[in-house]
């Protein structure tokens, strides 16, 4: 069976700071891989993903993250946030061995990023 | 296009009282699923749906019951809820291309139920 860890639960950084979330996952298949954000009172929106190729992968608004198969990781980064990025971040993963097809999410348990002035 | 809607935004509940949640996509997806979302533990897939009149469930369905009578729908119901089920769902649906490809999941904006 699958599974994420999300190894912060909250992270508070500085305006125009790095940052990076960790997630780790846990699979005997090859998964795809996916950061989704969701801000208050908002549903959940695709940040990034990685089926396959490049192991740096770039997303929406400035995000990346890295595929490190060695250590079932998949990071998340951005070099300098803003105050408008304080959300909630998930990592998640699917496999393709799902009943014809339908690839289901396993989420992790979430970050919440906030942004200080 | 609308995407995913779910109906209602709000609800709450009294212990042992039933009711429906509706998702609708009007993507022509083949996929729809049904996820709760609670505080430290993500989102949890509680049952989803590979077409028309199939449904199967997921890692939570304890308490839930679900149909696809239509393809753009899908139902969630509570049939005696209880406080454990007090929690935000969240619909979802994909289309389908190949079993090998991507299949990117479009979610709905939330269901927020309270059960007294």
């Known amino acids: 069976a699958q599974s994420v860890t999300q190894l912060d639960s909250q992270v508070p950084v500085f305006e125009e700071a790095p940052v990076e979330l960790r997630c780790n996952y846990s699979?005997?298949?090859?998964?795809?891989l996916f950061w989704y954000v969701q801000y208050p009172n908002q549903g959940l929106q695709l940040l990034l993903k990685?089926?396959?190729?490049?192991?740096l992968v770039k997303g929406i608004n400035g995000f990346e993250a890295e595929f490190n198969k060695s250590q079932t990781s998949f990071h998340l980064r951005k070099p300098s946030v803003h105050i408008s990025d304080t959300a909630e971040y998930f990592c998640?993963?699917?496999?393709?061995?799902?009943?014809?097809?339908?690839?289901?999410?396993?989420f992790g348990q979430g970050t919440r990023l906030t942004i200080n002035p | 296009n609308a995407g995913v809607t779910q109906t209602p935004k709000f609800r709450v509940l009294k212990t042992g009282q039933s009711m429906t949640l509706l998702c609708a996509q009007d993507?022509?997806?083949?996929?729809m699923y049904w996820y709760r979302q609670d505080p430290g533990m993500g989102l949890r897939l509680i049952h989803y749906?590979?077409?028309?009149?199939?449904?199967a469930k997921g890692e939570v369905p304890d308490g839930y019951n679900v149909s696809r009578l239509k393809k753009q729908n899908f139902l969630l119901g509570l049939e005696s809820a209880a406080p454990s089920q007090t929690s935000v769902y969240f619909c979802?649906?994909?289309?389908?291309?190949?079993?090998?490809?991507?299949?990117?999941?479009?979610f709905g904006p939330g269901t927020r139920l309270t059960v007294l």
């Open positions: 749906s590979v077409g028309e009149g199939t449904t």
């Open positions: 993507m022509n997806h083949e996929y």
């Open positions: 998640a993963v699917s496999d393709f061995s799902g009943d014809q097809g339908a690839q289901k999410l396993v």
């Open positions: 699979s005997s298949v090859s998964v795809y």
């Open positions: 990685y089926l396959s190729g490049s192991t």
């Open positions: 979802a649906s994909a289309t389908y291309r190949d079993y090998y490809s991507y299949n990117e999941q479009f």
